[in-house]
T-cell receptor, first 114, second 115 residues
Framework: AQSVSQHNHHVILSEAASLELGCNYSYGGTVNLFWYVQYPGQHLQLLLK??????LVKGIKGFEAEFIKSKFSFNLRKPSVQWSDTAEYFCAVMMNTGFQKLVFGTGTRLLVSP | DAGVTQSPTHLIKTRGQHVTLRCSPI?????VSWYQQVLGQGPQFIFQ???????GRGNFPDRFSARQFPNYSSELNVNALLLGDSALYLC??????????????FGSGTRLTVV
């Protein structure tokens, strides 16, 4: 079965530190890749997405992610985090199954201390 | 533009009861999908509907059902509620054949508590 693994369940950083959240998926076919963020008390919001082309994708709020096909990975990065980045981050994969089904990882809870 | 709207926002039900959750997609989006997010986990796919037909179904029991109306809004029904059905139920809308067009947008969810 298709699955998405997020290796870091909880991450604590100080402001201005760099962030990298890991995401790996298990599926050999064509995939579309997403990172969503869920701020406390708010709904899931799309940070960035990859469909094709340049494997380095830039999203909102200074986030970027790199798709490495050979490693089945789509890691999320930000050079300098802010307190307002405190949230839960979900990696998701949409397989080419004939209908749109997102498979999510278990999420990474990020706490940024001021 | 209004986003994806879900109602109610919170709901408390007793074991064995039935519940109906509602979703209105973004204007122009014809596909609606439902997800269940249990505390501490990522959302799990339940259904996708397009043009009133089920296009995909996740690994959920037959107690879960849904339908889509001509105006593309949707209902999720859960019968014979169990304590384990307590979760945040998310609705997402999209263009069904071109997810990159306008994306795949989630509503704020309905928080269901079964007691």
């Amino acid at each position: 079965a298709q699955s998405v693994s997020q290796h870091n369940h909880h991450v604590i950083l100080s402001e201005a530190a760099s962030l990298e959240l890991g995401c790996n998926y298990s599926y050999g076919g064509t995939v579309n890749l997403f990172w969503y963020v869920q701020y406390p008390g708010q709904h899931l919001q799309l940070l960035l997405k990859y469909f094709s082309g340049d494997p380095l994708v830039k999203g909102i709020k200074g986030f970027e992610a790199e798709f490495i096909k050979s490693k089945f990975s789509f890691n999320l990065r930000k050079p300098s985090v802010q307190w307002s980045d405190t949230a839960e981050y979900f990696c998701a994969v949409m397989m080419n199954t004939g209908f749109q089904k997102l498979v999510f990882g278990t999420g990474t809870r990020l706490l940024v201390s001021p | 533009d209004a986003g994806v709207t879900q109602s109610p926002t919170h709901l408390i039900k007793t074991r064995g009861q039935h519940v109906t959750l509602r979703c209105s997609p973004i204007s122009g989006h014809k596909s609606v999908s439902w997800y269940q997010q249990v505390l501490g986990q990522g959302p799990q796919f339940i259904f996708q509907y397009y043009e009133k037909e089920e296009r995909g179904r996740g690994n959920f029991p037959d107690r879960f059902s849904a339908r889509q109306f001509p105006n593309y809004s949707s209902e999720l029904n859960v019968n014979a509620l169990l304590l384990g059905d307590s979760a945040l139920y998310l609705c997402a809308s999209s263009f069904p054949t071109a997810p990159e067009r306008g994306g795949y947008t989630f509503g704020s969810g309905t928080r269901l508590t079964v007691v």
